[in-house]
């Protein structure tokens, strides 16, 4: 489920699991790739981790269409990419990308931080700064790229980048709380929003069914 102007947290897997990128240049290929079909298609780039066997990235459309499109075509032309380059065939990924709307600021916030410590909760660094294929070095003012795009709630941070860069830099130095990341989690895998504030069984209101498309969070 995608919403336009609504940040979704998004996960793409490797099939079974398996490595998805090979070398540099596939982590560096990928990301042009992103970078080329968010602003065809009309994406907002926040922030993005891409790890051996899988990529997670937030964003925010601009269309209900934009997140899929821009997923559909970064995929298939990584896929193509190294198929040529290593001779081989099939796909890389585990079918299509899993996905969840984020409600609040604070659950954007979790998302953030989910993201760019993701190399650190693996164990494969022990600080987010010594990972090559995150947004940290950009969301810290480190590595500065336009291509990143701050959410409100980042911005939020600090009355200037500077500010906003320490903020963030502090709170990405602690683990995200184990019961947001088991939300943001479980709502990825279900296509759920997450942070949002559970109402009562029944039909929704119709102001709430015109934004949802009539589809459930």
């Known amino acids: 489920m995608a919403l336009a102007d609504i940040a979704l947290h998004v996960v793409q897997r490797g099939h079974s699991r398996r490595e998805c990128f090979f070398h540099p240049s596939d ?4 990301l042009d790739f992103l970078r080329i079909f968010a602003v065809q298609f009309g994406c907002s780039v926040h922030a993005f981790c891409l790890m051996t066997n899988h990529v997670h990235l937030l964003m925010t459309p601009q269309t ?3 997140c899929a499109r821009t997923m559909k075509f970064t995929s298939q032309s990584c896929v193509q990419r190294i198929n040529r380059r290593l001779g081989r065939t099939g796909t890389l990924w585990e079918g299509r990308f899993y996905s969840c709307p984020v409600a609040t600021d604070r659950y954007v916030i979790a998302c953030y931080r989910y993201i760019d410590r993701n190399p650190v909760e693996a164990g494969m660094v022990r ?3 010594e990972y090559a294929w995150s947004s940290y070095g950009i969301n810290t003012d480190v590595s500065p790229d336009d291509f990143i795009v701050p959410h409100p709630a980042c911005e939020a941070l600090g009355t200037d980048g500077g500010l906003r860069a320490k903020a963030y830099a502090e709170l990405c130095a602690a683990p995200v709380e ?3 990341v088991e939300e943001i989690r479980k709502a990825t895998r279900r296509g759920f929003m997450v942070g949002a504030t559970r109402r009562p069984r029944g039909r929704p209101r119709p102001s709430v069914m015109r934004k949802m498309g009539s589809v459930p969070i």
């Open 27 to 30: 982590y560096t290929a990928y």
């Open 127 to 129: 600080h987010a700064g």
């Open 64 to 66: 209900d269409s934009a």
């Open 178 to 180: 184990p019961k947001l």
